[in-house]
Nanobody, 123 residues
Framework: QVQLVESGGGLVQAGGSLRLACEAS???????MAWFRQAPGQEREFVGA???????LVYGDSVKDRFTISKVTENTMYLQMNSLRPEDTAIYYC??????????????????WGQGTQVTVSS
């Protein structure tokens, strides 16, 4: 079992920045870690993912060139969010997968999830 805990959410003005953190209880079984987000009344959306051991990154189209995922320690991942827009308002979730070769954009491939952290961007 892997426990994931997000932190760093909050209220920010449009154009501002926030950095989210995801702390894992352990990552030795994980091939991928990812960020998803969910706005009210919408489906959970892929933000980005990292192949944990090799560092390969992939991002969703809506955040490409604005958001950056980084592996800080063996158990910690950051999501740096710049140039924030009101449409980035959502609950942000950290996820982990021990399954090799998955489609990283699908929520169904991640058995481990954090509780989420709220990000609100005001216009």
């Amino acid at each position: 079992q892997v426990q994931l805990v997000e932190s760093g959410g909050g209220l920010v003005q449009a154009g501002g920045s926030l950095r989210l953190a995801c702390e894992a209880s352990n990552t030795f079984s994980l091939y991928y870690m990812a960020w998803f987000r969910q706005a009210p009344g919408q489906e959970r959306e892929f933000v980005g993912a990292i192949r944990w051991s090799l560092g390969n990154l992939v991002y969703g189209d809506s955040v490409k060139d604005r958001f950056t995922i980084s592996k800080v320690t063996e158990n910690t991942m950051y999501l740096q969010m710049n140039s924030l827009r009101p449409e980035d308002t959502a609950i942000y979730y950290c996820a982990g997968s021990p399954i090799w070769g998955i489609s990283v954009m699908s929520t169904a491939n991640y058995p481990y999830w954090g509780q989420g952290t709220q990000v609100t961007v005001s216009s």
